[in-house]
């Protein structure tokens, strides 16, 4: 069985080697691009490859929530100053209207696709909003009482992110971001915010 912490394992070496050289570390980069990128560029997982690809997504972020936590634990033992952070791919969500209903459609999609994953790694478990949220869809993830433990007793020094466009969403697509048609686009079509 693989242990990440084997002899010669990448992230054992790298703590190993820098821990009294690096003080700053982020053990998964955009950790919540499993979302809006696609499951494959974070967990490894393809689309379509399950019946239940949103259960197999969450399960696979669990398994980086108890990933994190233990190369957390093991950096705090090798140097307790080390500052183990979580790094978004934040992406903002506006309202596409202010109708109450674009502004919650806007709010629930962005703690579900961005703010969960570092709700968890920083505050150590499961928000109640996600716990509805897996009820409401029938996600069923297997998440072990020890896991739990380790999670919370693991959590992250710091929270960074990368900020590179926004989004709105509206009610009548609650599921789906979309670019803002009132802002300037980059080269790439994305929605720049003057005011961000």
Do not use: C
């Not at 490859?49 to 972020?61: K, M, N």
């Not at 928000?127 to 897996?134: A, K, L, Q, T, V």
């Not at 020094?157 to 009132?182: E, G, H, M």
């Amino acid at each position: 069985m693989f242990k990440w912490n084997e002899p010669g394992h990448n992230l054992k070496v790298l703590i190993d080697r820098y821990s009294k050289k690096v003080k700053y570390w982020i053990i998964f980069n955009q950790i919540n691009d499993v979302t809006e990128w696609g499951e494959y560029a974070g967990l490894g997982i393809l689309k379509g490859e399950y019946p239940d690809q949103l259960t197999a997504r969450y399960q696979g972020v669990h398994h980086q929530f108890v990933a994190n936590a233990k190369v957390v634990k093991y950096a705090h033992e090798v140097n307790s100053d080390l500052q183990m952070g979580v790094m978004l791919g934040l992406t903002p969500v506006y309202p596409a209207t202010s109708k109450p209903e674009d502004t919650m459609t806007a709010y629930n999609l962005w703690r579900r696709e961005d703010l969960f994953f570092s709700d968890v790694l920083v505050e150590g478990e499961y928000p109640g909003y996600m716990i509805r949220y897996f009820h409401d869809h029938n996600i069923k993830v297997d998440v072990k009482s020890d896991d739990l433990k380790l999670i919370k007793e693991n959590t992250v020094d710091y929270v960074s992110f990368s900020y590179y466009f926004s989004t709105i969403a509206s009610a009548d697509q609650p599921d789906k971001r979309q670019l803002n048609p009132n802002i300037e686009k980059s080269i790439w079509d994305w929605s720049i915010d003057p005011t961000g």
